[in-house]
């Protein structure tokens, strides 16, 4: 008699909430966890404030139904921070949930703009609603499956239909648009569409004007819950997953690598771990991404060589890097920013009044143009760091972390009150560097590149830095055993979308061996911190 | 209200018009085709630019003509004669080159050359295309259903697509999923690692788009390429004898046969609309035509924004069509020469293998040459165009026309087509004429890194942008394809959601060309699944 009727390889996010999920319905399941601490990349090494990949997350929301998560103290309706443009000569545009707000910014830009702006966002939020029903839709093998199992799709179809013909013809036209395509129809202001657009390539290794990058911008929209991105640090949420996953029964061991699924007759029995030990259990999921899972994990004897080719295939190129400053000052760095601005910021643009109210928890993003972004794509394609990258910042005081109320004691880091860090997201840096590698002098480059891009914005900047922290894709793959730095565990693209997530024929969490099931961002409903597929697989092995 | 003269009037007398033109006569129907320019064919001509060199302006191949239409408008008594490309040369920049020969084995031979696993790879990946392609062809055939719409037509299109796609293997349908979403480039990596192999490859697949070979989409324009067939040889391509303009008079004689009434330097000004119907057409010079039915052979934007007074469409409709998008991304330089260019391989080992592959050394020319040696190259040509710049250096696929046929150019010289891309319609600055001369010594320093005696062997020039395309053949863009193959471009949503059955808005107005499903090339079907749908709805 096992002692575990559920394995789940990986405490991230969706290890835990599959974790939350199994445990609630009676399922003995115990959680392993290679580093010494849970979270996966949504928390940074030793526990750093927020040198994560994933700083920021939401669940959605039926999973916070489900799970009870406000009973842990999971805010179910966080704030939304606002998302801040820097543009040359000191001038911002902001986008926030607060449509008023956004609209009166945008208009500096565009009265057509800002007159369009509620419509787009009427047809953004109904068309993610799509695509998270498309991402709850439990996918059978395809051509040929039972009218039990192609029940879901057909209610998914009915949803489409539902839109109207119009909004129906505009979300399947949108998914393999550019991004830019798609927002040259909304809008004309070059400033919003590439504030818009660097969703369509947030973690992506494709370009604005790649085909395919509106599906990435539609998904982010969705992920992040809307403009701006909620003020949950997402350290909050692994948190709150943990307490709810024990308080259901579950077992969470850290410092327990798995080395190998062990299967038997094409069914699994259980996992090795490096010390030697062998636990064993009829169910085992994996949070990992689908090529360490079926690659590392699991001995190639029992795949079939077709299954593992695909399985090869799957695009993950991390294009990513993320820095961590921390400066040694006491007034915040978007304040800085802000000076930066109103005093090169002449009379042409008047300072927003909005932005100075929420700076310091905003988001800001360099993308200043379309043309910006694709050529900072560009070097990604010639396997280059970008010289003018896409870059988004966060910031807050050390002393505290964003949310400290709601975050757990244990998570709560402690430093001196007059430090400040700054989080740095970095496109593109590509785990596949032409004539290179990544090594000292690559990383060099990479925070040399950044600082002199933040420079241009917070000029006071390189005399405060007091600590400089880089994760290079490379760095990101042996740190949080993220396949070549993609914290997708796969690209988002059409071709690794839907059905074909990971691999075709085997996104319903399903796979060639029975009883292993995959449950991490690289399956259906995957990529950012949502718990979809943490959920999904849940209720698939639960059905059964 | 005058009695209409004619059953219908198609506008534009390129092979889609004409080919639509015949069908409908082949009903007994009595049809006139308007033409604008003085000469016929649309895209689809041979003009004699420069005394005794005759061009195949601008299309210059052909192999998607669909076989049942050559079939049943009997071409080839027409005088239809294709000859078919017997190779596919890629010059090196390092001196050597890699061609694909009419004679399996010697292609073999040559990709072992370059590498063992591309030649062994080779086979299969030929074999899954033209699975790919046979799937995807009963789809072209197919009057695309309406997603949302909830008419018997729609639903009884969607159950036969639903049907079709049961009726593909798991493997298949998969396969085809993939080919369709992904990119060129990740297509031909996952299979080959020559460069030149893959470059020369990914190139169908970003013909007529505004793409480059990394972008998802351009596996399925790579494909569409791979859909014709010549004389029952699927995926063979071939030059018409006397040029594209050679297929253009076959068609023309089958439709003259079938009594269609033709009158070209008829530039149509306007659709008349009476009662809510188009019931005529109205010439620039003022002369008036009438007819039951107007069929509009032009692209999607002249046909809708231009013929047609926007009142008698919905707003959303026009939206539609304003953002179809028709970007240009091709130009030709049609070259006069006195000499044959000299694309022999530079390197004395690859000259070597050449000549035991072939002791003729002109018969490289006479199939296709292609300026394409690695995928990135092709990426690069493509930034350039993004930004608003024509290539660099180029992806060219070249055909000397006159090697195929004598006719082409007086004797001991020749004709030289070169269909180049990217050339950006949108060009920073417009397109003047000194863009247009800088646009062309791209081109032809591009060439003389291939063949050196190129510039001296020039003795006329014809330089085609996307913007003479727009102005001489009156397509909107230059697209070559009437609009481009985009995912979001295609099947029901081609060239709007709602009106992908070649009907319009307008009772009695049909579109029949390129920029309708299935798209582009001188392919022809979207002219013969107009006549069928116009047909239907007779009364």
């Keep these: ?544 | 209200m005058p009695t209409p003269t004619y059953d219908a009037i198609v506008i534009g007398g390129g092979h889609n018009g004409l080919i639509n033109a015949a069908y409908l006569a082949r009903a007994g129907k009595k049809v006139l085709v308007l033409e604008r320019r003085p000469i016929l064919g649309g895209a689809a001509v041979t003009e004699e630019i420069f005394p005794g060199f005759r061009f195949t302006e601008f299309s210059y191949v052909v192999s998607l003509l669909r076989p049942e239409i050559i079939r049943e408008l009997e071409l080839p008594r027409h005088g239809l004669k294709i000859l078919p490309l017997p190779s596919t040369y890629t010059p090196l920049p390092n001196g050597d080159y890699l061609a694909a020969w009419a004679d399996h084995d010697d292609t073999r031979r040559e990709l072992y050359r370059h590498s063992p696993r591309d030649a062994d790879a080779y086979d299969d990946y030929a074999r899954l295309m033209v699975r790919m392609a046979m799937a995807v062809k009963p789809l072209l055939a197919l009057v695309p259903p309406d997603p949302a719409s909830l008419s018997p037509r729609d639903l009884l299109g969607l159950w036969k697509t639903a049907r079709y796609a049961a009726g593909l293997s798991e493997k298949d349908l998969y396969a085809l999923a993939k080919l369709i979403t992904q990119s060129s480039a990740d297509l031909l990596d996952d299979w080959f690692e020559t460069d030149a192999l893959k470059g020369t490859k990914s190139a169908s697949g970003i013909i007529g788009t505004f793409l480059g070979p990394r972008s998802p989409g351009t596996a399925y324009v790579l494909l569409h390429h791979y859909m014709g067939e010549i004389d029952g040889a699927f995926r063979a391509w071939g030059f018409a004898k006397d040029g594209s303009g050679g297929v253009t008079a076959s068609i023309t004689n089958a439709a003259r046969a079938l009594g269609v009434e033709i009158r070209t330097a008829s530039p149509v000004k306007q659709v008349i609309v009476k009662h809510g119907r188009a019931a005529g057409v109205a010439l620039e010079n003022g002369d008036e035509f009438h007819a039951k039915v107007i069929v509009s052979a032009a692209d999607p934007k002249r046909t809708f924004l231009q013929f047609v007074e926007p009142k008698y469409f919905p707003e959303d409709f026009l939206t539609q069509i304003r953002n179809f998008r028709v970007r240009g991304s091709s130009g030709k330089l049609n070259l006069a020469l006195s000499e044959l260019p000299d694309f022999s391989p530079r390197s004395p080992r690859a000259a070597h293998f050449l000549a035991s592959i072939t002791p003729d050394p002109l018969t490289l020319y006479r199939g296709a040459i292609s300026i394409s040696p690695s995928i990135e190259y092709i990426e690069r040509a493509y930034d350039d165009a993004k930004y608003g710049q024509p290539s660099r250096r180029p992806y060219i696929d070249i055909v000397i026309p006159s090697m195929i046929d004598p006719d082409m150019a007086p004797p001991g010289q020749h004709v030289m087509s070169c269909f180049v891309q990217y050339v950006p319609y949108d060009v920073e600055g417009g397109w003047t004429e000194e863009r247009k001369a800088q646009f062309a010594e791209n081109v032809i320093s591009t060439l003389e890194e291939y063949a050196p005696n190129i510039r001296r062997a020039i003795v006329g020039m014809q330089i085609i942008t996307p913007a003479d395309i727009e102005r001489i053949a009156g397509i909107t863009g230059g697209n070559i394809f009437h609009g481009e193959l985009l995912l979001h471009q295609l099947f029901f949503l081609r060239p709007a959601p709602q009106w992908a059955d070649f009907r319009t808005p307008l009772p009695g107005y049909y579109l029949a060309a390129s920029g309708a499903h299935p798209g582009g090339g001188v392919m022809g079907a979207a002219g013969k699944l107009a006549a069928t749908e116009i047909l239907k709805d007779w009364k």
């Design chain 1, 1 to 544: 008699m096992n002692r575990y009727d559920v394995l789940i390889i990986g405490a991230g996010h969706n290890g835990l909430t599959a974790a939350a999920y199994l445990a609630k319905a009676g399922k003995r399941v115990l959680v392993l966890e290679q580093r010494p601490l849970v979270g996966g990349f949504c928390v940074g090494e030793n526990d750093t404030p927020t040198l994560a990949p994933f700083p920021r997350g939401i669940l959605r929301p039926d999973i916070i139904r489900h799970l009870g998560l406000e009973r842990f103290g999971l805010n179910p309706a966080p704030a939304s921070t606002d998302l801040i443009s820097l543009l040359p000569g000191g001038r911002q545009l902001l986008l926030s949930a607060d449509t008023a707000k956004t609209v009166d910014s945008i208009s500096q830009f565009s009265k057509a703009d800002s007159a369009r702006w509620p419509a787009f966002i009427r047809f953004m939020d109904r068309a993610a609603a799509f695509l998270e029903a498309a991402y709850a839709t439990p996918i059978p093998r395809l051509p040929r499956f039972s009218l039990k199992e192609g029940l879901p799709l057909a209610q998914l179809a009915l949803k489409l239909r539902a839109l109207g013909p119009q909004d129906m013809h505009n979300v399947i036209r949108l998914l393999p648009m550019t991004a830019k395509e798609f927002l040259d129809e909304w809008f004309e202001s070059e400033e919003l569409k590439a504030a818009i657009a660097s969703l369509g390539i947030h973690n992506a290794n494709l370009g604005v004007m790649s085909a395919g990058s509106a599906y990435n911008l539609l998904h982010q929209y969705l992920i992040r819950g809307g403009w701006g991105q909620p003020a949950i640090d997402s350290r909050q949420v692994i948190a709150v997953l943990e307490s709810a996953a024990k308080a259901y029964g579950a077992e969470i061991r850290a410092n327990a690598e798995v080395t190998r699924i062990t299967v038997e007759n094409y069914c699994v029995t259980g996992v090795r771990l490096t010390n030697g030990e062998h636990l064993s259990a009829s169910s085992v999921l994996s949070s990992v991404d689908p090529k360490t899972t079926f690659l590392r994990l699991v001995t190639p004897e029992p795949l079939d060589p077709a299954f593992v080719w695909q399985v090869q295939r799957i695009k993950m190129r991390g294009v990513s890097a993320k820095l961590q400053l921390t400066l040694n000052s006491s007034v915040h760095p978007f304040q800085s920013i802000r000076l930066s601005a109103s005093s090169s910021a002449t009379s042409s643009v008047s300072p927003l009044e909005s932005v100075r109210f929420s700076a310091s928890s905003s988001v800001f993003i360099i993308a200043p143009s379309l043309a910006y972004l694709e050529r900072a794509y560009d070097a990604a394609k010639y396997g280059q760091i970008s010289e003018a990258p896409y870059l988004e910042l966060t910031a807050s005081a050390s002393s505290a972390a964003p949310s400290a109320s709601s975050v757990s004691p244990s998570v709560a880091p402690s430093a001196a009150p007059s430090e400040f860090v700054l989080t740095v997201h970095f496109q593109f840096a590509p785990y596949f560097l032409k004539g290179t590698a990544w090594d000292d002098s690559t990383r060099a480059i990479l925070e040399r590149i950044t600082l002199d891009a933040l420079h241009e914005y917070i000029p006071n900047l390189k005399s405060q830095i007091e600590n400089l922290k880089s994760l290079t894709p490379l760095d990101l793959e042996t740190a949080f055993s993220l396949t070549e730095g993609d914290p997708h565990h796969g690209q988002l693209m059409l071709d690794q979308f839907f059905f074909m997530r990971p691999i075709p024929g085997y996104a319903n969490h399903k796979t060639p061996i029975e009883g292993l099931y995959l449950c991490g961002s690289g399956t259906h409903g995957g990529g950012g911190v949502s718990g979809i597929p943490g959920r999904n697989t849940a209720k698939t092995i639960l059905k059964k």
